[in-house]
């Protein structure tokens, strides 16, 4: 059974079980992925705690220890910004947890030229934490819009998503 980490947008979360629904159809309801998607939506918000580290990784931890206890055979998070929390979370879990920006380095590493120029739309959030910088950085050249497109055009975008 899959773990999914939601509730830091909960969308995502929902956006992440119709998708895995979609692509893992089944001839009957009995064949499609089982999984289940613990909408933590009381995680306090990632941009405004990043300075308050352990608040939000204990919250994180609570989360990913119910999919655990649930016999998930792994976790994944679909928020990008919680990946700041990789790496300590993934120390406190005893199964895996998939991390999203290195899959997303290893789809491009397999289907685009070193060096390429790969653009990433993302909360402000998400740059600031650099957790695809430090996939990205030494194969590829990781590009954000400017300060204003992403004030005007992305944060815009994801505000209609959520």
């Keep these: 059974m899959i773990g999914i980490l939601g509730g830091m947008g909960t969308q995502a979360g929902l956006d992440l079980c119709n998708k895995l ?3 893992y159809r089944g001839k009957s309801d009995q064949d499609y992925p089982k999984f289940l998607l613990y909408n933590k939506s009381d995680i306090p918000k990632r941009p405004e705690n990043l300075k308050k580290y352990y608040n939000v ?4 931890v609570k989360g990913c220890r119910l999919l655990q206890q649930n016999n998930c055979k792994f976790i994944v ?3 990008n910004t919680a990946h700041y929390w990789y790496d300590d979370l993934k120390k406190k879990i005893k199964i895996p947890i998939l991390s999203m920006p290195e899959q997303a380095f290893m789809y491009t590493r397999k289907n685009c030229k070193t060096d390429s120029k790969i653009g990433l739309l993302s909360t402000e959030a998400t740059i600031k934490t650099k957790v695809y910088s430090k996939y990205f950085n030494n194969n590829f050249f990781l590009v954000h819009p400017t300060k204003v497109v992403q004030r005007k055009y992305v944060n815009a975008a994801i505000k209609l998503v959520k």
């Design 57 to 60: 990784l204990k919250e994180l």
């Design 77 to 79: 998070m679909p928020c």
């Design 21 to 23: 629904s979609m692509l």
